[in-house]
């Protein structure tokens, strides 16, 4: 299995809504990665998850709250969010966090809030 | 100046023509390099991977790596309408955070 999985595939939330999105893998890999990417760019870090310990926070504001809460999961949870965080959100893993050349991503979560 | 340079294209290719994309850089630490191929709506899936300098083959693909020019390309041969995707060249040091170009987007009509 070498699939990270990410639910749900579409959102659309009011800037008022809390939700939350899940990412799962299961190859065994000890680092966890949230990225956000708006259309025609290149994706951008906003979290890592190392053992599942928060290792980096790209300095994301606080509407957006990771959580890691097994070696397996790793969930976004979003709360008052803007209309300029409509995005594609895409998980990764690797097998450590020294290894993030050979990410394996997720089909991402395309998330539009109005 | 960005830290890496991708040209955005778009490219358009007839089916069958050879492809070549290309990356260049600033940052000397980068020893790691890669190619992730998109497609719309999709996540990046890694395509190739090079340790610091030479060539890589992997069936119609051949990744270059030129550390004295800080310059990197992905061809591909008799490329086929199932390659129209975006192609994003990415690179690391040690360690490091994944520095992404822009991405190139292919087409290639049949």
């Known amino acids: 299995d070498t699939e990270v999985t990410q639910t749900p595939k579409h959102l659309v939330m009011g800037m008022t809504n809390k939700k939350s999105l899940k990412c799962e893998q299961h190859m065994g890999h000890r680092a966890m990665y949230w990225y956000k990417q708006k259309a025609k760019k290149p994706p951008e870090l906003m979290f890592v998850y190392s053992y599942e310990k928060l290792s980096i926070n790209e300095s994301v504001p606080s509407r957006f709250s990771p959580e890691c809460p097994n070696s397996s999961l790793l969930n976004l949870h979003l709360h008052a969010l803007q209309p300029e965080d409509s995005a594609l959100y895409l998980c990764?893993?690797?097998?450590?966090?020294?290894?993030?050349?050979?990410?394996?991503f997720g089909s991402g979560t395309q998330l539009s809030v109005l | 100046q960005k830290e890496v340079e991708q040209d955005p294209g778009p490219l358009s290719v007839p089916e069958g023509a050879i492809v070549s994309l290309n990356c260049t850089y600033s940052n000397s630490a980068f020893q790691y390099f890669m190619w992730y191929r998109q497609y719309s709506r999709k996540g990046p899936e890694l395509l190739m991977y090079t340790y610091s300098s030479g060539n890589k083959e992997d069936g119609r693909f051949t990744a270059q790596v030129d550390k004295s020019s800080k310059y990197i390309s992905l061809f591909i041969r008799d490329s086929q309408p199932s390659d129209s995707a975006t192609y994003l060249c990415a690179m690391s040091a040690s360690g490091g955070k994944l520095t992404f170009g822009q991405g190139t987007i292919l087409t290639v009509h049949p």
């Open positions: 990764a893993s690797s097998q450590e966090e020294g290894a993030r050349e050979k990410l394996f």
